[in-house]
């Protein structure tokens, strides 16, 4: 049995949904369909939940949000029409829309939330509705009544144990369960988002309840790529991956598979498999335990912009007893966190994720790290990415630091920091956000000479 999750270029229009529809069909085996909401359906058009926020954010401010949500009708209703469905599947689409829309603003994040998870909702109504359109036997499922729990963090929910068995009996029933992603319940059945793209998470932890033989992952590329190919022209397709693979990559920027989506499917050990909505014929990738087919040292390369560096020096660092803790303790204080820690003898650096560390963070975080642990020297450096090479043959290989590093040197690319995790299965190396492009092209030709 199969798990299907449909990402958001996916169920953008309704050719794209006839698409689905046929692919679901084509396979018995295709039991749990999990949708996103509909997403871009060309470059300069804007996503349906970003529509979605744009309307609770006027509303918040005061304003009917009306005009916003036209906008999202017309999303709907074009796909509706265009499918010859029932009117009345519209006619609820827009009665619960407009419902949402007049629930109660004083709890911000709990209206967002609700607002959000409309995406969803009424795209998996509209996709169970096309495939009963088109004969087959589906259902929408409810992820309040199917009980999918997760912690009330609103836009950053992450799931409770009881949902998987919970969710255990979701295939038993006889046709298609239709099941809306990125959201669920608190267990005080508010409704509470993921992660932005986390219908991917939504569809692992089906794929684990259900013990389904394969989580198919359905969006609009034929596979993985070793690297970035808007980057590497021509760049190699994969195979497999192993799940901590493709959790370093997904981390350093690989947008294909959301980084938080592996954790229920490695846990159940169910295998997922990367495929293409628009050429579903393509064998795609696949996430397993073990490879089976032998590769170089090198799996993926990644790199990902928006990091910074906070650079903290005091003489005999080493001897003090709970320095790192007590910086680390700023940080939790402020609510931030950290991604890393490379360190010398003398020295630490924190690296953050920009987005996190404002510019009123970065003063009272400076401050209080001058004030309280009496440094000599604190910095902080903007403007950083992420280089990084995976592959879990790397800890059997020797001297991949050394061709990384020759690369970067022949490529002139100045490396800021390198960090080796225990585990070996990735590299990370720090440079400046301008030459991130440049340090995937020189990884690239280095480890993968004869693809280029
Ligand atoms: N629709 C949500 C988003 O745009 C979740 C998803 O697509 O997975 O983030």
Known sequence: MKVAKFGGSSVADADQIRKVCAIITSDPERRVVVVSAPGRRHPKDTKVTDLLIACAEARIAGVSGREE?????????????????????????????????????????????????????????????????????????????????????????????????????????????????????????????????????????????VQADVYENFTDVDCVFVT???????????????????RELSYAGFGVFHEEALEAV?????????????????????????????????????????????????????REVGFGRRLLQILEDEEISYEHTPSGIDNISVVLREQEFTEAAEQKIIRRIRDELEVDDVS???????????????????????KACQAFADAGVNLEMINQGASEVSMMFGVKADDADEAVRALYGEFFPSAE
């Open 69 to 209: 949500l036209d906008g999202v009708l017309a999303r709907y209703r074009e796909i509706a029409v265009a499918l010859e469905l029932d009117p009345e599947v519209m006619e609820n689409i827009e009665t619960d829309l407009r419902r949402r829309l007049d629930g109660p603003t004083d709890d911000r994040d709990r209206f967002l939330d609700t607002m959000k998870a409309a995406g969803e909702d009424n795209c998996a109504r509209l996709m169970a509705a096309a495939l009963r359109a088109g004969g087959a036997e589906a259902r929408y499922v409810s992820p309040k009544e199917a009980g999918l729990v997760l912690t009330e963090e609103h836009g950053n929910a992450r799931v409770l144990p009881e949902s998987y068995e919970n969710l255990a009996h979701l295939a038993d029933g006889e046709g298609i369960a239709v099941f809306p992603g990125f959201f669920g319940y608190s267990p005080e059945g508010r409704v509470v988002t993921l992660p932005r793209g986390g219908s991917d998470i939504t569809g692992s932890i089906l794929a684990a309840a």
């Open 266 to 318: 490695f846990h159940a050990g169910v295998p997922v498999c990367i495929k293409n909505t628009n050429n579903p014929d393509a064998p795609g990738t696949r996430i397993v335990h073990e490879r089976s087919c032998p590769i170089g040292a090198v799996s993926g390369i990644a790199a990902d912009k928006g990091f910074c560096q906070i650079y903290v020096s005091k003489y005999l660092m080493n």
């Open 228 to 246: 970035n190919p808007g980057v590497v022209t021509g760049a190699r397709a994969l195979d497999e991956l192993t799940y901590r693979e493709m």
């Open 380 to 402: 902080v450096e903007r403007g950083l990415a992420l280089v990084m090479i995976v592959g879990e043959s790397m800890r059997r290989v020797v001297g991949t630091a050394a």
